[in-house]
């Protein structure tokens, strides 16, 4: 069965970026330590990567983040989704309106301009199809930023929270949660590791 799993990095303090992000500096001031984990050699930071990234059958994204990373300082050959631990899953895009131009063509783009509840309904199609022709469940994957993962959680889109919880702490930048209506999380895992603990929830809808 396709999950809708919300899947971030995060400060000790709750934030997603440092201060000052930009489409030339995604991660704002300091946020690079976020991402630590996803470059580390500890094997089970591999492990982590490599299991919550293979299961992506579909990847939603809001348009800031996009334009970082299509941006031309974003992924390229040496870093991409999945810091090259998975394929290349279908990318759905929740944007008021489409870009004029897209630089990485050689990833598949769907922009949906009806709103979030849309771009996660087009996202879970798509991975279904996949799910069917590979064999196996294939889920959802909310991958950011902040505000696009805070305003699925509070609209009740998402089945499943998994943090990277980073040892930073940032002083400010962009929170995940910004006082939302209390929510109680079923903790299922907790994975500690040289760089960061993650940490998976089920979400009560």
């Given amino acids: 069965m396709t999950r809708i799993i919300a899947d971030i990095s995060i400060s000790l303090d709750g934030y997603v970026t440092g201060p000052d992000p930009s489409p030339d500096n995604g991660l704002g001031t300091g946020g690079e330590a976020l991402h630590t984990w996803a470059f580390s050699d500890d094997p089970d930071d591999r492990r982590v990567l ?13 348009r800031h983040l996009f334009d970082v990373v299509d941006g031309p300082k974003g992924w390229d050959d040496t870093c991409g989704y999945g810091a090259g631990e998975v394929g290349r899953p279908a990318f759905v895009v929740v944007t008021s309106s489409p870009p004029e131009s897209v ?28 799910s069917s022709d590979s064999g ?9 930023g ?32 910004t006082g939302e209506a209390p929510r109680t999380l079923v903790q299922r895992s907790v994975i500690p590791t040289s760089t960061a603990t993650h940490l998976t929830y089920d979400v009560s809808r």
């Fill in 146 to 177: 902040g505000a696009t993962i805070g305003s699925a959680l509070e609209a009740g889109l998402v089945d499943a929270l998994t943090l990277h919880l980073a040892p930073v702490v940032l002083g400010a930048g962009t929170p995940l949660f």
């Fill in 136 to 144: 196996k469940d294939l889920d959802v994957i909310l991958m950011g």
């Fill in 50 to 62: 490599r299991e919550g990234t293979a299961r992506s059958g579909a990847v939603v994204l809001g």
């Fill in 103 to 130: 630089r990485l063509t050689d990833l598949d783009w769907t922009f949906v301009t009806t709103g979030l509840p849309d771009a996660i309904a087009t996202a879970r199609e798509r991975a279904e199809a996949a």
